[in-house]
């Protein structure tokens, strides 16, 4: 099976190492897979990785795991299955742009995995601490420490590419799509953590959602995932810290939501299934 990933230092493909899982190219750079189980591959030894909260990793970690999402999980495995099932074809590789610590891959491989046995799974982020959390919680893919702003793949590599909880930014993961490939992007909707957001903004008012794609590519696919879940004043506390606009809360009305229960919280995502645009 051939690996789609380039040398970060100077963009010859990757090879591996069957002994010691590490990967070189014909240029004799080489990168030793880490002792935890990821591999960094940094275009030199100064390049400082990013490093997450740990406080909000910690958080996020205990949240996810706790089923609160399960509706969601559900209808991307279904959809992911069907990309996969369509597909049909040998060395699909699959990748999660900005995978964090790995709960998505870890939700996800599972089922596409036993869908085709062909498939490469890849995870990327550019923090440090977030790779290591995903590879000690044995994320089923290979776990990339990398910068975002150049990608280890070659151009035209990758069949599928999902970006979750994170925003689709610059042109890279457009230059890695196959020509036929997909990237699947999963965007807050109009009404996600309105109790919430309510208490952030007293004024607030419903607005038409608004999707902010590059030119490059168009929207194949739509679905809305809508449902209501009751929550702790704890998991409230950590879904605004996840939320993009949870800045705008002060320490007042953090302890606020944080000593309150919310018995409907109402969640709203919508997938977004999007490809290149023809030329």
Known sequence: ???????????????????????????????????????????????????????????????????????????????????????????????????????????????????????????????????????????????????????????QSIDLITVLDSPLKGKECIRVLKDDGHIVILQPGVRHLWQIKQQVYPELVEKPLQLNLPNDLVIEDQQQVSFTQAVSGEQALTLLDMSVFGWRANDELKHQIKSNNIEALEFDWHIITVKKAKS
């Open 1 to 155: 099976m051939t690996l789609p990933l380039l040398c970060p230092v100077c963009a010859a493909p990757l090879k591996q190492h069957q002994a010691s899982q590490g990967f070189y190219c014909d240029n004799k750079h080489h990168f030793d897979k880490h002792a935890q189980g990821y591999w960094p591959l940094l275009s030199n030894s100064k390049t400082k990785p990013q490093v997450l909260s740990r406080q909000q990793m910690r958080g996020r970690h205990f949240l996810l795991e706790s089923g609160l999402f399960s509706p969601l999980i559900e209808a991307l495995q279904t959809l992911l299955l069907q990309r996969v099932n369509l597909a049909q074809q040998a060395d699909f590789h699959y990748l999660d742009y900005q995978c964090a610590d790995g709960y998505y891959l870890r939700q996800l491989v599972p089922a596409l995995d036993s869908a085709q046995n062909d498939c490469q799974f890849f995870g990327i982020t550019d923090a440090e601490n977030a790779i290591f959390a995903a590879a000690k919680a044995q994320t089923p893919a290979k776990l990339i420490l990398a910068g975002l702003k150049k990608l280890p793949f070659a151009s």
